[in-house]
């Protein structure tokens, strides 16, 4: 039976172009801390959920040396988009050519592990980060999250006609996310209803960071689904266990 783990905002740059220790001491040697953990703790058939925020590269070939890093980590791997995922290629072929193997990317897809289904989207802020200077509106930040819940619909009709496909039912959903999919404060989102309804029973996302993150850490059973942030300062750099199914 095959365990799933998680790690999300690995922030590689095995280039050296941008070393993470600049955010803190606690950064330093984050890439080899984490390899080493990753080797010790998964096994070869087990899944590493990794949503988002996995390379500094800006191109798909200055990434080559962190999907190497990927490559040479035990166990399959499922990834969405980051916000920091500027490498990201504009097509599912080319995206598919620079994957290590057994490397499985969600987007407006989903994929089967063994008896695991695994959907998700990148999601989105809901509302202007004013306080770090951002000039978009409301209404820029509607369309955005209009387009995030389009892509995540998309990614649950796939996982559905896979299922369908397959003949037996799932043992488990595994919602995959980037951003917080529920905003600071709050119990639900227009995300979350979708996540349940989906048949999810976990929710795993990253892209927070820091010590003091306060109600924007959204973790535990909320309306049935289990949220879980795996950003790699908030775990120790270590993968943490979601469950064995």
Not at 12 to 37: C, I, N, Q, V
Not at 108 to 129: E, M, N, S, V
Not at 189 to 215: D, M, N
Request: charged share 25%; glycine share 10%; aromatic share 10%.
């Amino acid at each position: 039976m095959p365990a799933v783990w998680a790690l999300s905002d690995l922030h590689l740059s095995t280039s050296g172009s941008k070393p993470m220790d600049k955010f803190g001491d606690h950064w330093g040697d984050h890439a080899g801390r984490m390899a080493a953990a990753w080797d010790a703790t998964v096994a070869d058939d087990d899944i590493v959920i990794s949503p988002g925020d996995f390379s500094w590269a800006n191109k798909p070939a200055e990434a080559a040396g962190d999907f190497a890093w990927l490559g040479a980590r035990p166990g399959k791997k499922v990834m969405v988009k980051g916000n920091h995922d500027h490498w990201w290629p504009g097509s599912q072929k080319k995206l598919a050519e620079l994957l290590p193997a057994r490397t499985y990317v969600l987007k407006k897809t989903a994929c089967i592990l063994d008896d695991i289904g695994f959907f998700g989207a990148r999601g989105g802020d809901f509302a202007p980060l004013t306080r770090y200077g951002d000039t978009r509106t409301q209404a820029d930040i509607d369309a955005w999250l209009d387009r995030e819940e389009r892509e995540l619909d998309m990614s649950i009709t796939a996982l559905d006609a896979l299922e369908q496909a397959r003949g037996t039912p799932l043992a488990v959903r595994i919602c995959c996310f980037h951003y917080p999919p529920i905003p600071p404060g709050r119990s639900h989102s227009r995300f979350s209803k979708r996540i349940r309804e989906a048949g999810a029973t976990w929710c795993v996302y990253g892209h927070l960071h820091g010590k003091e993150l306060g109600p924007a850490k959204v973790e535990g059973l909320l309306d049935g689904v289990e949220y879980r942030c795996t950003s790699c300062d908030q775990i120790d750099f270590t993968p943490t266990l979601i469950g064995r199914w």
